[in-house]
Antibody, heavy 116, light 111 residues
Framework: QVQLVQSGTEVKEPGASVKVSCQAS????????IYWVRQAPGQGLEWMGWIDCKSGETNIAQRFQGRVTMTRDTSISTTYLDLTSLTSDDTAVYYC?????????WGQGTLVTVSS | QAVVTQEPSLTVSPGGTVTLTCGSSTGAVTSGHYSYWLQQKPGQVPTTLIY???KKNSWTPARFSGSLLGDKAALTLSGAQPEDEAEYYC???????????FGGGTKLTVL
């Protein structure tokens, strides 16, 4: 069955970087885009960007440009979200979601906590 | 960046009908915004109910429908059930579906 499995909980200090992975299975990885969405505690959903898993093209939301990189490794059907210069405002659950349509499948979410 | 606006909260009676709306700071929401509606219950991953303004996923209950209402996207729930109590997010695309923005969410209470 179609699955997106994300990496586990991360605890980081301010100023550090985090890399969250999203491994796909059960479908043709390169036929879809992956969207990244985050949700801070008690807050709403926030779109971070998408990656075309075939070409590697990305589109990053303006507020994250310069701090976010999205990549993929087609050999292991995995996409990655890299977020640098972390602050406490980056404490959130990070979700990956497949498209066609968006949210046809979601990852389970990865909690990233930024704390000194 | 565009701002997408939703009602912060709405209440509907069991069996009743309610319409949630989604507006854009850039002007009218049209079919070209490919708007989505997502449902999220506390502690759970979001679920996509409606995409491309009106289309339903296979798991979307028939009581939910999407439309354009005036200059906004709309989600109508007809025959509300207690299990429909949740947060609902509108998700709208811009610039040829390259850029996306979430609304702030509507907390729907079934009471």
């Amino acid at each position: 069955q179609v699955q997106l499995v994300q990496s586990g909980t991360e605890v980081k200090e301010p100023g550090a970087s985090v890399k969250v992975s999203c491994q796909a299975s059960g479908y043709s990885f390169t036929a879809y885009y992956i969207y990244w969405v985050r949700q801070a505690p008690g807050q709403g959903l926030e779109w971070m960007g998408w990656i075309d898993c075939k070409s590697g093209e990305t589109n990053i939301a303006q507020r994250f440009q310069g701090r976010v990189t999205m990549t993929r490794d087609t050999s292991i059907s995995t996409t990655y979200l890299d977020l640098t210069s972390l602050t406490s405002d980056d404490t959130a659950v990070y979700y990956c979601a497949r498209d066609k349509p968006i949210g046809s499948k979601w990852g389970q979410g990865t909690l990233v906590t930024v704390s000194s | 960046q565009a701002v997408v606006t939703q009602e912060p909260s709405l209440t509907v009676s069991p069996g009743g009908t309610v319409t949630l709306t989604c507006g854009s700071s850039t002007g009218a929401v049209t079919s070209g915004h490919y708007s989505y509606w997502l449902q999220q219950k506390p502690g759970q991953v979001p679920t996509t109910l409606i995409y491309d303004t009106t289309k339903k996923n296979s798991w979307t209950p028939a009581r939910f429908s999407g439309s354009l209402l005036g200059d906004k996207a709309a989600l109508t729930l007809s025959g509300a059930q207690p299990e429909d109590e949740a947060e609902y997010y509108c998700f709208v695309s811009y610039n040829g579906a390259r850029h996306w923005v979430f609304g702030g969410g509507t907390k729907l209470t079934v009471l």
